[in-house]
């Protein structure tokens, strides 16, 4: 379980310094970058390169956004398998779908009981 | 006069884009990013240890308890000072993904919960949905095509 820890920090670190590298060589804004990566995420697990990048690193793999467009591939295929080319829309975000949640919950109740910072 | 006035504020500027110090922006970025899927890591031991996940289904809680953490660091205003330091290395992790949607929905409470929080909560985070979605459809649908017809 140890190596874990220190891969996980290796391989996010380095797929954050990927995103800076993006944002200042390339000059791309966040949002740009952010795109990107999540589109690389979803090519990465087509190629079935993704999966075993999150065996060897679990979190350093799973946290970064790059993940998200696993998540959203792997659910769609695990679907496609079952019902064919219907499953790749009922699918899409059955492993995403904490993520999102999360985000529209903890969003919500943000704005509910924090304040603006000017 | 004028025009070289502007020509010349227009050359510090690209002077200062090129001084841009790369290197010490990466190590940044490495450092937190990496610190923050460490954090990610260390609570995913905690799934697995005191909960009934397994190393396959723990990532998703992670992401859940990660953009709740973040939730509380942009509502205190401690995401917005990391990110000015970290850059990339506070914006890839999903963390980041959270501090965009809190961010936008605290922002735009005075515009009332339906038309400024409901409408701008994707505001930010909205794009990484859109390619998200749209590149996992048509890699999908291509794969399954593929494996239908038994090319893979």
Same mark, same amino acid.
Request: net charge neutral; proline share 3%; hydrophobic share 55%.
């Given at each position: 379980?140890?190596?874990?820890?220190?891969?996980?920090?290796?391989?996010?670190?380095?797929?954050?310094?990927?995103?800076?590298?993006?944002?200042?060589?390339?000059?791309?804004?966040?949002?740009?970058?952010?795109?990107?990566? $999540?589109?690389?995420g979803?090519?990465?697990?087509?190629?079935?390169?993704?999966?075993?990048? !999150?065996? #060897?690193?679990?979190? %350093? &793999?799973?946290?970064?956004?790059?993940?998200?467009?696993?998540?959203l591939?792997?659910?769609?295929?695990?679907?496609?398998?079952?019902?064919g080319?219907?499953g $790749?829309?009922?699918?899409?975000?059955e492993?995403?779908?904490?993520?999102?949640?999360?985000? !529209?919950? #903890?969003?919500f109740? %943000? &704005?509910?009981?924090?304040?603006?910072?000017a | 006069?004028?025009?070289?006035?502007?020509?010349?504020?227009?050359?510090?500027?690209?002077?200062?884009?090129?001084?841009?110090?790369?290197?010490?922006?990466?190590?940044?970025a490495?450092?937190?990013?990496?610190?923050?899927?460490f954090?990610?890591?260390?609570?995913?031991?905690?799934?697995?240890?005191?909960?009934?996940?397994?190393?396959?289904?723990?990532?998703?809680?992670?992401?859940?308890?990660?953009?709740?953490f973040?939730?509380?660091?942009?509502?205190?205003?401690?995401?917005?000072?990391?990110?000015?330091?970290?850059?990339?290395?506070?914006?890839?992790?999903?963390?980041?993904?959270?501090?965009?949607?809190?961010?936008?929905?605290?922002?735009?409470?005075?515009?009332?919960?339906?038309?400024?929080?409901?409408?701008?909560?994707?505001?930010?985070?909205?794009?990484?949905?859109?390619?998200?979605v749209?590149?996992?459809?048509?890699?999908?649908?291509?794969?399954?095509?593929?494996?239908?017809?038994?090319?893979?």
């Open positions: 379980m140890l190596p874990m820890f220190f891969w996980a920090f290796i391989v996010g670190g380095f797929i954050c310094v990927i995103g800076q590298l993006m944002m200042d060589l390339l000059k791309m804004t966040p949002a740009h970058t952010l795109s990107t990566l $999540v589109v690389s979803a090519v990465l697990e087509a190629f079935g390169l993704y999966e075993p990048l !999150i065996d #060897f690193a679990g979190a %350093g &793999a799973t946290v970064p956004i790059t993940s998200f467009g696993n998540a591939l792997h659910g769609a295929m695990q679907e496609a398998e079952k019902h080319i219907i $790749v829309m009922t699918g899409m975000f492993v995403t779908s904490s993520g999102i949640s999360a985000a !529209i919950i #903890f969003g109740i %943000g &704005a509910l009981i924090f304040k603006p910072k | 006069m004028t025009g070289n006035w502007i020509k010349q504020s227009k050359d510090a500027a690209d002077q200062h884009e090129i001084k841009r110090p790369v290197l010490k922006n990466c190590i940044k490495f450092l937190v990013g990496g610190f923050i899927c954090v990610g890591q260390v609570v995913t031991l905690i799934l697995i240890l005191f909960f009934p996940f397994t190393e396959q289904t723990a990532s998703n809680p992670t992401v859940a308890i990660m953009v709740f973040s939730m509380l660091l942009t509502g205190f205003g401690f995401y917005q000072k990391l990110g000015q330091f970290a850059g990339a290395g506070s914006a890839v992790p999903v963390t980041g993904f959270g501090n965009a949607v809190v961010s936008a929905a605290i922002e735009h409470r005075s515009e009332g919960l339906v038309l400024g929080v409901g409408g701008n909560i994707f505001k930010l985070a909205g794009s990484v949905i859109v390619f998200g749209i590149s996992a459809f048509f890699l999908a649908l291509i794969k399954t095509i593929l494996i239908q017809i038994g090319v893979i």
